[in-house]
């Protein structure tokens, strides 16, 4: 294993392992998982999963294009980028041009689908925030340097965010901010601050809503209530305890007959647990400690300071993200709505996540002894993809 690990392209296959086996999974583990809403809603049981295999195409799209774009004019585009995205966050709060739904306004609806802009608005901030820090990387140790700009930019995203209300989405963000902070070699006392205070907003906006403080409820008081704020986390528990060791078998789980409400996106580990078992749950928790593995390794090997703050932070927004979602389905945190990457269904949040993908496979093409690999000689998928050799501005 260490030997095949020294080649110069084994973090871009490892990563593109990982990216396949988690698509594969996802898309599998939704068409289960939703066959009985799809049913009973629409007549089909297969259309959540074609709307998510949909998805799935258009995200391939954009995994090419960021693992095709040279580092460079991406770096360069990532002001405007971040500019176009807070306008979307205003612009969706106004009515008219935002749709609530479930009461949130977090969505722009056009012919019937939905564009979530705060999943496009966390790589915006992270690309534009790499870019800030790299170039101050020298003068961190200064901590008005340290955060500004990047952290009133957050503030004003955050702010935006949580207005909709989307509180989930929110931790995601700050998650992003702390991993730009950290990857950037920020002062440990400036961290120790920041996540302090993160962690006492979170709590502060989880008791300023009533169904957000009864979710906190539910969880410091398990078993208080199961018919109301913690019924899905009870029945997740239910769930889990069903699938035992191997599990009932791939489609076989009784929570998606209505007892597990949103089956197929944030609560989709429970059907894996149920469905395959203690064995099915630790092959997606493998997958993701991969993915935190090569992620961070590619951010290690790499030379460009923007390309490793960049890498590093988006592989802590997508382990953090996952450690969040199953944390809060086996009852170890409260509920908060994130989705787990890739498996969930969902459009933006899909789309979005493999375009940050090809991003961590364009930064593994860069590491230095891969790069003058692939310019000696060029890979046959990098040929098939049409990718210029590492370096060449496209």
């Given at each position: 294993?260490?030997?095949?690990?020294?080649?110069?392209?084994?973090?871009?296959?490892?990563?593109?392992?990982?990216?396949?086996?988690?698509?594969?999974?996802?898309?599998?583990?939704?068409?289960?998982?939703?066959?009985?809403?799809?049913?009973?809603?629409?007549?089909?049981?297969?259309?959540?999963?074609?709307?998510?295999?949909?998805?799935?195409?258009?995200?391939?799209?954009?995994?090419?294009?960021?693992?095709?774009?040279?580092?460079?004019?991406?770096?360069?585009?990532?002001?405007?980028?971040?500019?176009?995205?807070l306008a979307l966050l205003v612009g969706v709060l106004i009515p008219g041009l935002g749709t609530s739904i479930a009461g949130a306004r977090k969505w722009y609806v056009i012919s019937g689908l939905s564009f979530q802009p705060a999943e496009p608005a966390k790589v915006a901030l992270a690309l534009w925030?790499?870019?800030?820090?790299?170039?101050?990387?020298?003068?961190?140790?200064?901590?008005?340097?340290?955060?500004?700009?990047?952290?009133?930019?957050?503030?004003?995203?955050?702010?935006?965010?949580?207005?909709?209300?989307?509180?989930?989405?929110?931790?995601?963000?700050?998650?992003?901010?702390?991993?730009l902070l950290f990857f950037s070699g920020a002062p440990g006392r400036l961290m120790a601050t920041l996540v302090g205070g993160g962690l006492l907003g979170i709590v502060v906006l989880g008791l300023s809503a009533s169904y957000r403080s009864s979710r906190i409820t539910s969880f410091l008081s398990p078993g208080g209530d199961t018919l109301g704020a913690g019924y899905q986390s009870t029945q997740a528990l239910y769930s889990l305890a069903d699938g035992g060791l191997f599990g009932v078998g791939l489609g076989q789980g009784r929570a998606k007959w209505s007892y597990l409400p949103n089956a197929s996106n944030d609560f989709?580990?429970?059907?894996?647990?149920?469905?395959?078992?203690?064995?099915?749950?630790?092959?997606?928790?493998?997958?993701?400690?991969?993915?935190?593995?090569?992620?961070?390794?590619?951010?290690?090997?790499?030379?460009?300071?923007?390309?490793?703050?960049?890498?590093?932070?988006?592989?802590?927004?997508?382990?953090?993200?996952?450690?969040?979602?199953?944390?809060?389905?086996?009852?170890?945190?409260?509920?908060?709505?994130?989705?787990?990457p890739l498996i969930s269904s969902g459009g933006t949040s899909l789309v979005v996540t493999m375009f940050v993908f090809g991003v961590l496979a364009n930064a593994a093409r860069h590491e230095p002894e891969a790069a003058a690999a692939l310019q000696r000689n060029p890979a046959r998928f990098t040929r098939l993809l049409r990718l210029a050799p590492p370096g060449t501005r496209i």
């Open positions: 294993m260490s030997t095949w690990l020294s080649r110069p392209l084994a973090s871009l296959h490892l990563l593109l392992a990982v990216f396949a086996l988690l698509i594969l999974f996802g898309l599998v583990m939704v068409l289960s998982a939703s066959s009985v809403e799809s049913l009973t809603q629409g007549g089909s049981p297969y259309a959540v999963f074609a709307r998510q295999a949909g998805f799935c195409l258009a995200g391939l799209a954009l995994f090419w294009l960021g693992l095709r774009i040279s580092p460079q004019r991406l770096r360069t585009a990532a002001p405007a980028l971040l500019l176009i995205t925030g790499a870019h800030v820090l790299a170039m101050r990387r020298r003068v961190l140790h200064f901590w008005r340097i340290a955060i500004s700009p990047v952290l009133p930019v957050a503030v004003v995203m955050l702010t935006l965010v949580v207005l909709q209300p989307d509180l989930g989405t929110a931790v995601s963000i700050a998650i992003v901010v702390v991993g989709i580990f429970a059907i894996i647990g149920e469905e395959l078992g203690l064995v099915g749950g630790f092959v997606v928790i493998g997958l993701f400690a991969t993915l935190a593995y090569v992620g961070l390794r590619i951010a290690a090997r790499n030379t460009d300071p923007w390309i490793k703050i960049l890498t590093g932070t988006l592989t802590a927004w997508l382990v953090g993200q996952a450690a969040i979602n199953i944390s809060y389905v086996v009852g170890l945190l409260p509920v908060t709505g994130i989705p787990l």
